[in-house]
């Protein structure tokens, strides 16, 4: 009969594959796509300046558009926020179906 | 000793069956799961808005029914979005493009509407611009969990 620090073994190697597995470069991911964001953003607003000042927008315009960009920063932002959730939960799913199918494994083999 | 045997097996799996509803209890799904209709609704009203926004170097005037059909896309996307339990991220995206004062989808109507016509350069700016915004939206709705906690 298996012992209880069997099964505890069995789950903790498991465990660590698939948190790295749900988790492992999201960070990453995440720094680097924002950082892309921001260039991206950097060269929109040199762009429009250079527009106002040639007459292609108008002032109203240009406020529409840097307030465009702000606006797509926050989308930006929640978006990210909903990938880091559904990541949880996905590591979360992950994580009942391991103990559920270690148990299973471990004590009735 | 087979009594004790016994015993210890018993008590092993009701750790495990104890350690399970931990988890399963704690696990509470935190984001809505991804949704179909949801996703057509969001990749649909992109495409309408884009097709409208491009329109925005002509007469206002000439076109208020086309926004008046985007507009009520849009609203019944919205409602449908809010109306999904656990889907706060994505309501709050599209409070953003429907924000009339804001510099999404609905602050480019009122600005359109005020302003009769709008600039070329503009308008080719401002379609990229909320074509971006509603990726944002579409990308987080097919990046939503598959299956719900347990499947």
């Given at each position: 009969m298996a012992s209880y620090d069997d099964f505890l073994k069995n789950f903790e190697t498991a465990a660590e594959a698939l948190i790295k597995k749900d988790y492992g470069d999201f960070a990453s991911q995440a720094k680097s796509d924002v950082d892309s964001f921001m260039q991206g953003a950097k060269t929109d607003l040199q762009n429009w300046t250079k527009m106002l000042v040639q007459g292609g927008v108008s002032k109203e315009e240009f406020e529409s558009l840097v307030q465009g960009d702000s606006d797509l920063l926050e989308l930006h932002m929640l978006k990210q926020s909903g990938l880091a959730a559904a990541r949880a939960d996905t590591l979360k799913n992950d994580l009942i179906n391991l103990t559920v199918s270690t148990a299973i494994n471990t004590f009735l083999p | 000793m087979a009594l004790l045997r016994r015993l210890n097996s018993v008590s092993m799996t009701a750790t495990a069956i104890v350690l399970c509803s931990i988890i399963a209890i704690t696990g509470c799904s935190t984001i809505a799961l991804y949704n179909q209709k949801a996703y057509e609704l969001e990749t649909s009203v992109k495409a309408e808005a884009l097709i409208v926004v491009a329109m925005?170097?002509?007469?206002f005037s000439s076109h208020v029914a086309d926004v008046k059909a985007l507009k009520l896309d849009t609203e019944k996307a919205y409602e449908y979005a809010k109306g999904i339990p656990k889907n706060e991220i994505s309501t709050k995206q599209w409070e953003i493009i429907l924000n009339?004062?804001?510099?999404s989808l609905y602050g480019f109507l009122t600005l359109w509407e005020k302003n009769g016509k709008l600039s070329k350069e503009f308008v080719a700016e401002k379609d990229k611009q909320i074509g971006k915004q509603f990726d944002q939206i579409i990308e987080l709705e097919e990046n939503k969990p598959k299956t719900g906690l347990g499947g």
């Open positions: - | 925005g170097t002509e007469q009339p004062k804001g510099g």
